[in-house]
């Protein structure tokens, strides 16, 4: 009899999941951004936010949060409540932190739920117009003449700019002096002024102030030339054979949401990304939108952590 009693209440507490998910959200959801506003991350984010929040018909609030490689925003967000009201929007940097950190404020497996791809973009080598530097043969020559003496920045210890300046470094054989950032957008202003040589920009951070001519564009890193930059060669074209590397973006949710829920927010990211007039934005920042279920993300953000701690390993960069 008790065992009858049992299966019952479980099958009444089920029951309502699905409903759950139907009439889900009845409130404003929070996304905390792992970096500041201007980044990468801020600029695909929002522009998710403003999809799903016209789809829902409640505010999606874009709460940043930047610092540490995105790390501060990830503690908020594993702290946060189960109940599928905050998720967090972070960068391929979600899968780096475990490498580069040896105390992160929370497990990467354990504290999250992965919920959805957003899209991947090339990073964009560029410097000051006034640069001596015409090319990447020769910061590659000057880093090799005289290393460390190229200043390069990223956005962030553990950010995917960081990550694509530690594969560039350890792919050309070449050492710079590593300076960093809060955030693309502060970033981007030195390398304008002048006050930092180089930086792998996210193609969306970036894409305006090369168009407009305050930066000089000299390589993507991606394997084939992004058609927002068509003149633009890849850095395998540029002297080093063989290298690709690219930025994503993902949303997770703390450990306990409803697979229901995971479920129905993971659909409405893929029916923002195939929006014809969202899909114009993204492709025009020179994204390419991903498409994948939970359980495929969660397998790929799994191996792209093992790719990761492979390259940190090689790269012989010691945790933080």
Same mark, same amino acid.
């Given at each position: 009899m008790n065992l009858v009693i049992k299966?019952?209440?479980?099958?009444?507490?089920?029951?309502?999941?699905?409903a759950l998910a139907q009439n889900y959200p009845t409130k404003p959801v929070r996304m905390i951004l792992a970096f500041p506003p201007g980044s990468s991350t801020d600029i695909v984010g929002r522009l998710y936010t403003q999809k799903l929040s016209e789809y829902w018909g409640q505010t999606v609030l874009a709460d940043n949060r930047g610092g540490a490689g995105g790390s501060i925003a990830g503690a908020i967000a594993a702290k946060a409540a189960a109940d599928g009201y905050t998720f967090?929007?972070?960068?391929?940097?979600?899968?780096?932190n475990p490498s580069l950190y040896s105390q992160l404020p929370y497990d990467t497996l354990k504290d999250f739920v992965d919920v959805a791809p957003l899209v991947e973009q090339p990073l964009v080598l560029v410097t000051n117009p006034s640069s001596a530097f015409k090319s990447t043969a020769d910061l590659i020559a000057r880093a090799k003449a005289k290393p460390g003496?190229?200043?390069?920045a990223s956005a962030g210890v553990g950010s995917g700019t960081h990550f694509g300046l530690e594969k560039l470094k350890l792919a050309a054989a070449i050492d710079m002096t590593h300076v960093t950032y809060k955030g693309s957008g502060e970033v981007l202003i030195d390398v304008? !002024?002048?006050? *930092?040589?180089?930086?792998?920009?996210?193609i969306s951070a970036g894409l305006s102030h090369i168009q407009s001519g305050k930066l000089r564009a000299l390589a993507v890193?991606?394997?084939?030339r992004n058609p927002s930059l068509p003149n633009v060669p890849t850095i395998a074209e540029s002297g080093v054979?063989?290298?690709?590397?690219?930025?994503w973006f993902g949303v997770w949710a703390p450990t306990g949401v409803p697979a229901a829920i995971i479920n129905k927010v993971a659909a409405d990211i893929v029916r923002?990304?195939?929006?014809?007039?969202?899909? !114009?934005?993204? *492709?025009?920042?020179g994204n390419d939108t991903m498409k994948m279920t939970p359980a495929q993300f969660a397998k790929f953000v799994r191996e792209e952590m093992k790719d990761y701690a492979r390259i940190v390993k090689a790269a012989g960069i010691k945790p933080l």
């Open positions: 299966a019952f209440v479980v099958m009444l507490a089920t029951a309502g999941v699905p967090l929007i972070h960068s391929s940097g979600h899968a780096v003496s190229i200043n390069f304008i !002024a002048g006050r *930092v040589d180089f930086y792998l920009s996210p890193s991606t394997a084939k054979p063989g290298f690709e590397f690219s930025l923002a990304g195939e929006n014809p007039e969202m899909r !114009a934005k993204l *492709v025009g920042l």
